[in-house]
């Protein structure tokens, strides 16, 4: 009988970076506890994973964009170590008042302030809430949420979908069978393995807070920004299509582009050129330039 061989994991390259150059610590926050993964020194751009994420699917953006400013990227509350929030119905001001503390407990006065999918809302919601403490708005593939009237019914049905879909399948298998739909259709093996390795970290009562929140608020219920905002999206992203963030886009009074060969994950499917925007908006930041 031939001795079992060992089949290495298709991201433990990726594994072995995020516990070597993008650690994580997780800090006391009154009686909460919130975890983050930092790299680097100088200003700051602060990361926010969309729903089905986490703060290592910015590995790779953060590894590049350590080299111009101190980056930090949360686990949203109720995720990975992050204690969830008390309110079993979250709203967009409770994460945005997580974000400020995390941000007071780092001594970031201001940032940078960066939201993928969903945590476009809660970028929002910051930023309406203390304008002083970003310096530029940046949106990837933004989520607007179901919380207008005119969208409560589709935003029950989601409710109802995203529920039903975890207590039936379960977190592991959730990851496996929605991972694809989160890249475009020539992303790489090692992307889809990534996206599903960070989906599938996933806790059940951070991810039910998260849907509430995308069920229960609207992006634009934040505007208008008083900040310089950009907005980003996957040429191929068929969860919040180009369409939608254009139109987003212009309610919020942003620049908008396409990022090509991406779907909805393109932090993780082009992490060079998602990095190099976020690269340009830092130093948009600095240097006092407005759109």
């Given at each position: 009988m031939l001795p079992a061989t060992h089949v290495p994991s298709p991201t433990a390259d990726l594994e072995a970076l995020l516990q070597q150059r993008f650690g994580q610590r997780v800090l006391a926050l009154n009686d909460s506890?919130?975890?983050?993964?930092?790299?680097?020194?100088?200003p700051a751009i602060v990361l926010l994973h969309g729903i089905g994420s986490g703060a290592g699917s910015w590995l790779e953006v953060a590894l590049q964009l350590g080299q111009q400013g101190h980056v930090v990227a949360w686990d949203a509350p109720g995720y990975g170590e992050s204690s969830p929030l008390p309110s079993q119905v979250p709203t967009a001001e409770d994460y945005a008042l997580r974000l400020s503390q995390t941000l007071?407990?780092?001594?970031?006065?201001?940032?940078?302030?960066?939201?993928?999918?969903?945590?476009?809302?809660?970028a929002a919601a910051f930023t309406r809430l203390y304008p002083e403490r970003v310096r530029r708005l940046v949106l990837i593939s933004p989520a607007r949420g179901y919380g207008d009237p005119a969208r409560a019914a589709q935003g029950?049905?989601?409710?109802?979908?995203?529920?039903?879909?975890?207590?039936?399948?379960?977190?592991?298998?959730?990851?496996?069978?929605?991972?694809?739909?989160?890249?475009?259709?020539?992303?790489?093996?090692?992307?889809?393995?990534?996206?599903?390795?960070?989906?599938?970290?996933?806790?059940?009562?951070?991810?039910?807070?998260?849907?509430?929140?995308?069920?229960?608020?609207?992006?634009?219920?934040?505007?208008?920004?008083?900040?310089?905002?950009d907005v980003h999206c996957g040429e191929a992203d068929g969860i919040t299509?180009?369409?939608?963030?254009?139109?987003?886009?212009?309610?919020?009074?942003?620049?908008?582009?396409?990022?090509?060969?991406?779907?909805?994950?393109?932090?993780?499917?082009?992490?060079?050129p998602v990095a190099g925007r976020l690269a340009f908006a830092l130093k948009e930041s600095l240097t006092g330039s407005t759109q």
């Amino acid at each position: 009988m031939l001795p079992a061989t060992h089949v290495p994991s298709p991201t433990a390259d990726l594994e072995a970076l995020l516990q070597q150059r993008f650690g994580q610590r997780v800090l006391a926050l009154n009686d909460s506890a919130q975890a983050i993964r930092e790299i680097g020194n100088g200003p700051a751009i602060v990361l926010l994973h969309g729903i089905g994420s986490g703060a290592g699917s910015w590995l790779e953006v953060a590894l590049q964009l350590g080299q111009q400013g101190h980056v930090v990227a949360w686990d949203a509350p109720g995720y990975g170590e992050s204690s969830p929030l008390p309110s079993q119905v979250p709203t967009a001001e409770d994460y945005a008042l997580r974000l400020s503390q995390t941000l007071d407990s780092l001594g970031i006065a201001n940032c940078v302030l960066v939201g993928h999918s969903l945590g476009a809302i809660t970028a929002a919601a910051f930023t309406r809430l203390y304008p002083e403490r970003v310096r530029r708005l940046v949106l990837i593939s933004p989520a607007r949420g179901y919380g207008d009237p005119a969208r409560a019914a589709q935003g029950e049905a989601v409710r109802a979908h995203r529920l039903s879909t975890l207590e039936q399948s379960g977190i592991a298998r959730m990851a496996a069978q929605r991972s694809s739909a989160m890249l475009s259709p020539r992303a790489s093996a090692k992307a889809l393995e990534w996206v599903r390795w960070n989906m599938a970290r996933l806790n059940p009562q951070g991810y039910r807070q998260a849907i509430e929140l995308l069920c229960g608020d609207d992006l634009l219920r934040h505007a208008p920004l008083q900040v310089p905002c950009d907005v980003h999206c996957g040429e191929a992203d068929g969860i919040t299509p180009a369409e939608a963030c254009l139109t987003l886009a212009k309610a919020l009074g942003a620049t908008f582009s396409l990022i090509p060969d991406a779907g909805h994950a393109s932090p993780i499917e082009q992490p060079h050129p998602v990095a190099g925007r976020l690269a340009f908006a830092l130093k948009e930041s600095l240097t006092g330039s407005t759109q």
